[in-house]
């Protein structure tokens, strides 16, 4: 059972070039999110989705695009990277209602 | 809006001490609540979770929370810290009436245990 799994682990970009972080769920669950960790800010919500479809703004949305064409996956895009966006990015997965959200490992991201 | 505040960003003890590791909530209905832990280059795993069934909560690796509504507190406990402890802690709430958002975290506690 593999859980979130999020791909590249590690990427470095320079300014002004494009990507996309992958993201993949295989618990069949609704809700999907984006965060950013960044030393002393904790995790910061930049997207999320209630459901293929669906997507809404999270704290921290500017530069990052967002589609949910499959319950499965969950792609954050960068449009146009900047240093500013060097960060961890996490993605995380929920089934409907109340309950915890389970994460992916990691992508390290380093904009120069 | 709901909001997490965690008060302290580092917190030392050493092998065997008591370890309290502070949470307080804003939310304007029912929260749910929950404590994460992240090891080093690691993603975030569930400590344990309230979601009003209990005010005590326990959780894995001997660590518990109690929430405290007049108090709005989610404080996390560890009778005696071992050094596997080491790490930083995160708290989260998700409000019961936004089932649709996402966890929000708080920015974290760094534990340090020496020995």
């Known amino acids: 059972n593999a859980g979130v799994t999020q791909t590249p682990k590690f990427q470095v970009l320079k300014t002004g070039q494009s990507m996309t972080l992958q993201c993949a769920q295989d618990?069949?669950?609704?809700?999907m999110s984006w965060y950013r960790q960044d030393p002393g800010m904790g995790l910061r919500l930049i997207h999320y989705?209630?459901?293929?479809?669906?997507?809404d703004q999270g704290e921290v949305p500017n530069g990052y695009n967002v589609s949910r064409s499959t319950t499965e996956d969950f792609p954050l895009r960068l449009l146009s990277a900047a240093p500013s966006q060097t960060s961890v990015y996490f993605c995380a997965s929920r089934e409907r209602g109340y309950t915890e959200a389970f994460f992916g490992q990691g992508t390290r991201l380093t904009v120069v | 809006a709901q909001s997490v505040t965690q008060l302290g960003s580092h917190v030392s003890v050493s092998e065997g001490a008591l370890v309290l590791l502070r949470c307080n909530y804003s939310s304007s209905v029912p929260p749910y609540l929950f404590w994460y832990v992240q090891y080093p280059n690691q993603g975030l795993q569930l400590l344990l979770k309230y979601t009003s069934a209990a005010t005590l909560v326990k959780g894995i690796n001997g660590f518990e929370a109690e929430f405290k509504k007049s108090e709005t507190s989610f404080h996390l406990t560890k009778p005696s810290a071992h050094m596997r402890d080491a790490a930083e802690y995160f708290c989260?709430?998700?409000?019961?009436?936004?089932?649709?958002?996402?966890?929000?975290f708080g920015k974290g506690t760094t534990l340090s245990v020496s020995s």
């Open positions: 989260a709430v998700s409000a019961a009436n936004q089932a649709g958002t996402a966890l929000i």
């Open positions: 989705s209630v459901g293929a479809g669906i997507t």
């Open positions: 618990m069949n669950h609704e809700y």
